[in-house]
């Protein structure tokens, strides 16, 4: 994936403002490390699924998510979806769906352009999956939703919100000039294990 | 689009607290206005495309985006994409494209969960279309992006940055309770004119 200008530029400076020092963030050579970060700080994203209402058009839809409750994240984003919007309908016909965080509205990017690639940019692409109402996983779900998104148990009984979860089968990350940096699934969830 | 659940819930007020009243946001029952509003107001988004590097999966990228100068929005993003990325590839083969915008990021969701009807969110769908150099077009789109993102203009001359556009075909808009609000492309596109 990394192209000979992509790498040559991987070795010059950014031409803009330099991007700020956060304490909190990875550095860029970090990227797994990165990744998690993303998915750990972030509380909302947008996924795509193929529509069924707009003949397989990709439809990206606004989402909370968590992947953890604060400071223990695990890197699986969980959903709280319900059939009455499109995303969860469309999930249950096909399961193909990718989730997308920018680390713009975190406000570590400082004056750099939302499309910087030091502004980082992840894309986890695989299949949504309904939690298991019986499973173990559903009650680490609603506690990992519910402590980042407190509304969400308020939320219309007659809805139907159920659980989802992504399950991870590619890792597109940019972080820094150089294209995007090649993570495994396995290498992102047993990161810090 | 309006489910009978969803009409009952549009007569009831939010459960959680009361979203902050921002001058600048037209009224919920704006929705034309709400659409028009997003897309001026927001510089970045996610843009869904059907990949060829995944099988067809739906692929979100963060990318920046202009509907026009500061306080003359169009309605219509302009993007600034080169096909070292996925997403200018993709589309050169399946035009096929969704944009997807969240109120969140502004600021003016309050306390608000970004997945509360309540907090804006809008996705247009349509073909993503390279636009033609020689075309007029590109010098409104090129002032149009340059004034919101001004780093743009100096990004390396050797990634071929072209200027796309969505033309837009579809539009879910969800404002408040009540689920997507009905707006036809036209009712979008000669808002305010």
Known sequence: MLSPIRLALALRPPASAAR????DKPAPSEATATARWLAAQNTWGVLSTISSDLNG?????????????????HGIPY??????????RDALKDERTSFTLSEFPL??????DPENPTCAKLTLTGKLKLVDLQSSETDLAKSALFTKHPEMKDWPKNHHFRIFKLQIENIFLIDWFGGPKPISPSQYLEFGR
Chains 1, 2 share one sequence.
């Open 79 to 88: 959903f709280y979806l319900t059939t009455l919007d499109p995303t969860a």
């Open 20 to 23: 700020p020092i956060v304490a």
């Open 107 to 112: 406000g570590t990017c400082g004056k750099i």
């Open 57 to 73: 058009a990709p439809f990206g839809n606004v989402v909370s998510y968590s992947d953890g409750v604060p400071g223990q994240g």
